[in-house]
Structure formats: structure tokens, C-alpha cells
């Protein structure tokens, strides 16, 4: 699974694979796929658009007063947010809850790089907050394998990420007792492998050269990877978990660049007897330069990682956050600023709780009486603290917490 | 690994798939590639041809003396009689024979129907030779996954066919303790996957279209296998048999038509810093009805199944055995029988040991001193035994016999 906002490492990708992006959903000029998500917008991509490409469903008012009503909270504020703005058949998935009947959830990560940024916490807080409202297994597929066939890195060494990228996904705060992460490489497994070679045998050339551009100078892993990112979404991959149960439905928190997998996961479903999973989709996280431009691993100003230091986090964001602010103080009081382009904003809404809060200073920096500096400052004081945190959360997972989350093992649910 | 012999399950499968036959090699009318086994000749496929276009090299002489010198026995009579006829570095092998340094065994089979036949068993017979002769491990692939990509059958129906030719594997006199066999669904594991992986990294669609005729409309599954019948020839995926010793060599006995597997393998060796196997490539088994026509599972009459009575044997022989005498028996006496069409003598030349034997019985059947009914008594009573005694060794073939052979575990072998 790619995470969505490391959006130039999945370039370079490309471009060491000699790949020409596909330009699978262009509203005007954006491209969203697996591997390459652009836009020329200063507001980043065009999310109505893609749903209808897409063909998801956007998350309303009404799906939300459902989702409050059937699990009595308070949605999650990246759900009220429209961060998470698309789905598909979450309905079904609160009509189970409703009734008491099982799902599980899964997501997961491309393990690109060995420190994970501000972007990557998104998918994993609100499947957190998910696993919490529902109290239901979780699965977290690291896809080190994929790692390996889109970049030039050797599969030992795209394990070794998926590892260390597996510590700071448990620094999330996921319950052990509910929550199995594992590398494809090292969870290789016969169960795994029937439903993989189930789903190859239904998915032919063709259908992925459409759905992830594929050529034939493309490595034939990459032909049949989609399987491997398809599979554990029926809960027939996991046997120690679901014991013989093969229908248990599966909620797929994700952004929305990996929906063509689960597409192509959807539709082999009914062909194997197996459920559909649900989906909920986030939008992407932009880059700290802007949200027509991509976060880098290698660009270490272009994203906030959570291995910064308070004062890196501060620096970053007063030098890189792009603004929406205006050239001097005097036009900026008079003219006001920007929130739909403020990246210090943008990032605002994705980790400051507090609605009364963020719609105050969205009316302040509009209307100029919040200065670029003081929005920045706020910045600055609402991640520091969910960084240091993370890196405290971090001390705690040991190698033996690790292996107590990547051994597979029955849960604390009965199936 | 696709057996040789059973051609019209082949053919099948492509009709059933709906791919057409890819022409790798056609020495005039032959197509040799690992579903598709067709002459127009009656003497069958042209096997110098085949050489010279696979680029392996002819078992000649002085490697058959060097075997008997090096191993201080007398050859098998497959490999006298040339049906053992083509290798790939089988000199580097003797060489480590002599030199006392380790190498292993490696051979398969797709298990395309519960009950095998005369022809499955050359390979096993050979290689059972091999084993005893060379004193080596031996692993055994069936490829369940393989049948079922290629075949309209479930994976868990191919892995109850591979369940079940093992036990016929086994009933040929395989060491327990030198011998570990395996179902690709049942052994997949970390070790195995990794090697597949990095093999799939390495191949292309391009190549696999190239060296297997397959389409766009072929699935994913069918692009991504030939990795799978690759990675056992590279002993890493073998860590219980041979600990973290990577570059162990490995020695392939098999049907011709498995080459383009182990082309490609031998190809991708040097760039994981993995040893090319050797191979030695044995003939094709001809059906009962003549080299030019296909044994098939689903007709009874094309072959002698290691399940039939003596009765059936005898039957069998006596109808359809194609023969290479004249219509009558005075014609016969008169100009004599032609042992390269004809198959009881072909049957011979592939379970009749004594080489003096059946040299005057070519001498007497094409000078027609020999009557065609005399000839196929003659096959009858040779391979009664052999079907017969194989039917006592599968008595003793009990699912905890299966098991042993099936464990993944270390053999008595040291790394």
C-alpha cells in the first residue's frame, strides 16, 4: 500500500523504473493513481471530481448524523472535516455495527523510507479512532514487497523499513490485543498465498495494464502485486485471527489514491464467494511548500517528520509553510489571507481538535486580523506537542513490543 | 512443472484458457514449450533440432564415460539410450561430485490428475537414480498453483491432486531422509516468497510473453508463475535443508519442454549472485497410439495408468499400442517391423534394462522374426511388474508416510 503523500518518492519511482505515469482521473490536471498523485492547483486536487471518476460515493451530512447516531460519538474531526470525503458502503459497515455483527478493519503502508512524516499519521490516526469506536480487529499490511518492485531497493532492505516504519505505527497508540501488523515479505504464508493465487487467476493482463498503467517492461511482480494488496481484504488471509469464518467484512480506511486496488479488489470478490470491502477515503496531505507541490523523503523541508526536534518543527514551518498570507502586514490587515492555499491552515484542520477554534482563526486570517506569523505560531504549538509525543510513545515500543504486534496470532476477538 | 507426457491435458488447458499455442520451437512441424508437445513425425519431435534451438548441449559419449568413470557405476539406461539426451552444465556437476562438494537435486510435477501414468514416472525413476548414485538432497515441486492458473480447476482441488501423485512420487523409492516434497500453496513461505520475488523483479512482461506465448488477456497469475518454478533451483529457498548455505548448486532432471523455466532461471542466477542450475533433459513418452499423438488423462486408451490391473495392461497393449510390423504376418516375416514407430519396442527402450536383450529384440523385430504380438507380450511382461510392484509401494504410501516426505525439515544432510 502507498501512502499517499510521499508523492515524490512514488515519482521517482517512476522514473527509475522507466515508467510513464498513467494518467488514470485527470480533472483537468490532476493524476491520481497508486504512484503518482498531481495537481497544478494551488488548492491540490479536485475531490468532487475524482468521486465521480471514481465512481465512491461522498460522504455526507447524512452518512455522518448516521455514523454519530449508531456509535452514539462525535465523529472524528477529519471525518467532519471532509478530510475523509468519499466511501463506499460504509453503510453496510454501520448496519453491521448496528446489529452486532462483526467486520474488521484494514489498511496499511508502502515502507519507503525509514522516517515517517506528518502525512503518513493521518490514515493511521483516524483507523485508530476507528478501531476505537468499533472495538474490532485491525490489520496493517506493510508492503515491503511492493516497495521492492517500484524502487530500487533490494527486498531485505524494504523489509528492514517495513520494520521500522511498524514502531512508529504502533507509537500511533493501536491496542495489541486487536491490531496485527506484518510484512507481505515475512507474513508469506499458504492461507495468504491461496487467496493471492485465487485473485491472480481472475485478474489478467489487460485489467492491470488499465488500472495501474502497467507496460510490458514492467517486472511481472508488478503484474501480479495487486493481488497481494487485494488479499488481506478478505478474512480468509487470516485464519488464526478469523479462524474458518471466509466472510467477515472488511472497512478499508485509506487515501484515495489507493482506491483502484480495491476496485479491482471489489470486483474479484463476488467471484470468490468472498465480501466486498468498504471503503472510506481521505484526501491527501499536502506538502509544506504547497499543495501543488510533493512531499519528499528526500527534500527534507518539504514535509515535518516525526523524527524533528521542536526547534526543526518551528524552523520548518515558519521557513517552508507556504501562505496564503499577503506580501506586508499593512495589505495583509487590509486584504486578509488565504486559508483555502495557508498550508499553516490546511495543516490546521487536519490536527487541531477543536471546531469553535479552527473556525475562529479561519474568520481571523480571512479577514486579516490573524497575522501569517501568529497563524504559524498556533501551527507550531498544535504538532510540536503531537510530535514529541510520538517520539515518547516511540522509547516504549521495544523490539519485543514489535514482535508482539508482527507475530501472527489469534486476537482478542472470537470468530 | 508441467510433465511432458500428459499433452492433450496440455492442449486442453489451452483451449480452456483460451491461448493460443505459442510456437517457441518448431523443428518443421514440432511445437515444444511447456503446454504444448506436437510433431507431425511418427519418430516424434526432432531432438537435435531442439538442441541447437534451446542452445543446450547433446549428451554425448565422452560425458556418459566421464559419469561412469566419475561415479565409478554404469549409467542408467535412460541416459545409454539417449532419453536422457540434453544438458546444461552437467560437467560442472561431475566436477563437484568428484571434488566431494555438495550439490542437490531438484525436479516437479503438475498434478493435473489423481492417477499418473507410465510416462510421469521416467522422471521420478531417473531422478531416484540420481539420488542413489549421487547420495544428495533431492526437493520435489508440484505445482498446484500451476494446474490451477492454467487449468479450470480450484487451487484446493490442485492441492488434493498434488497430495495424491506424491504418494505415486513416493511409491518410486525415494530416500525419506534425502527427499522433501512439496505443494507450491501448501510449502509458501518467507524463505520461498523472497526468492520469487526477487526473480519477479527481474522478469519482465516482455520476456515472459517472449519465452511463453503468453497475452494480455492471459492472467497475472500465468505472468508471475514461471518466478515460482525458478526459485527451488536456488537453495536459500530451502533454509531447513540448507541452513544459510545460498549457493549451493543445484542439478534439474526433466522433460525438455521445461527448459524455457530454467532458461529464464539461469538467466536471472548471476544477478542475485545465486549459481545457474544444471539441467539434463530427458525425451518425450509417447502415447500409446504413436509419438505423433497425445496421452491424456481423460482418455483411458492413450496410456497405461499406474492403477490398472494386469488385465488392463495386457488389454491395452494389445489394442492400441501403435505398431510399427506389417498387416500380415507373412508380410511381416517378409520385410520386418520398424522399431522407430513402433511403440511397444519405444515402451522398451524405456523399462527393459538389459541392454542385450533389447538389442535382439530390434535386431529380430526388424529383421520379423519377430511378431508384432510377440513384441507386445514382451512389453506386457516387462511392465506388469513395474505397475504391479509400483501399486504394492503404494500401499505403504500412508498419509503419515505422505507427511514425513512433506514436513518442511532439515534432511540428513549438514550446511
Known amino acids: 500500500m502507498s501512502e499517499s503523500s510521499q508523492l515524490e518518492d512514488k515519482m521517482s519511482n517512476v522514473q527509475l523504473d522507466g515508467t510513464e505515469p498513467a494518467p488514470t482521473v485527470d480533472g483537468e490536471d490532476d493524476v491520481v493513481d497508486p504512484w503518482n498523485v498531481t495537481s497544478k492547483s494551488m488548492t491540490g486536487v479536485d475531490y468532487d471530481k475524482l468521486i465521480k471518476k471514481f465512481g465512491s460515493s461522498k460522504i455526507d451530512d447524512e452518512l455522518i448524523a448516521r455514523f454519530e447516531k449508531v456509535t452514539n460519538k462525535k465523529v472524528h474531526h477529519l471525518l467532519r472535516r471532509g478530510i475523509f470525503f468519499s466511501h463506499r ?55 515491503d514487497d511492493e516497495k521492492s518492485l517500484w524502487k530500487n531497493i533490494k527486498p531485505e532492505e524494504a523489509k528492514k523499513l517495513a ?80 479462524n474458518k469464518n ?86 495583509h490587515r487590509e486584504l486578509g489571507g488565504n486559508c483555502d492555499v495557508d498550508i499553516a491552515y490546511q495543516y490546521l484542520t487536519f490536527f487541531l481538535e477543536d471546531d469553535d477554534k479552527l473556525e475562529q482563526i479561519r474568520k481571523n486570517y480571512t479577514s486579516g486580523a490573524l497575522l501569517t506569523g501568529e497563524l504559524k505560531k498556533i501551527l507550531i504549538d498544535t504538532i510540536t506537542p503531537i510530535v514529541t509525543q510520538h517520539q515518547e510513545a516511540m522509547k516504549g515500543v521495544t523490539e519485543e513490543v514489535l514482535a508482539q504486534y508482527m507475530t501472527p496470532r489469534k486476537l482478542k476477538f472470537d470468530f
Open 89 to 143: 458502503d460504509m453503510h453496510s459497515i454501520l448496519n453491521l455495527y448496528e446489529q452486532g455483527k462483526p467486520f474488521f478493519l484494514y489498511t496499511g503502508r508502502g515502507p519507503s523510507s525509514d522516517s515517517m512524516h506528518l502525512g503518513h499519521l493521518i490514515p493511521f490516526m483516524f483507523t485508530k479512532w476507528l478501531q476505537d469506536v468499533f472495538d474490532v480487529p485491525l490489520v496493517i499490511q506493510l508492503t
Open 246 to 331: 471466509h466472510k467477515v467484512p472488511c472497512l478499508i480506511p485509506c487515501a484515495i489514491d489507493q482506491d483502484p486496488y480495491f476496485r479491482l479488489t471489489r470486483d474479484v470478490a463476488p467471484k470468490l464467494g468472498y465480501v466486498k470491502p468498504a471503503l472510506i477515503h481521505s484526501t491527501f496531505f499536502p506538502a509544506l511548500q504547497g499543495a501543488n507541490t510533493k512531499m519528499s523523503a528526500s527534500d527534507l523541508n518539504s514535509a515535518i517528520f516525526l523524527t524533528d526536534t521542536p526547534k526543526q518543527v518551528k524552523n520548518k514551518v515558519n521557513k517552508h509553510a507556504y501562505s496564503g498570507g499577503q506580501a506586508t502586514v499593512e495589505e
Open 163 to 242: 520494520y521500522e516504519n511498524a514502531k512508529a505505527i504502533i507509537a500511533c497508540g493501536f491496542k495489541q490485543d486487536s491490531t496485527f501488523i506484518f510484512s507481505d515479505i515475512d507474513f508469506m504464508n499458504p492461507s495468504f498465498y491461496l487467496n493471492i493465487l485465487k485473485i491472480q487467476k481472475l485478474v489478467n493482463g489487460t485489467t492491470v495494464k488499465a488500472i495501474f498503467g502497467l507496460k510490458d517492461f514492467d517486472s511481472v511482480g508488478k503484474f501480479s502485486f495487486p493481488a497481494i494488496q487485494a488479499a488481506p481484504s478478505f478474512s480468509s488471509t487470516f485464519p488464526l485471527i478469523f
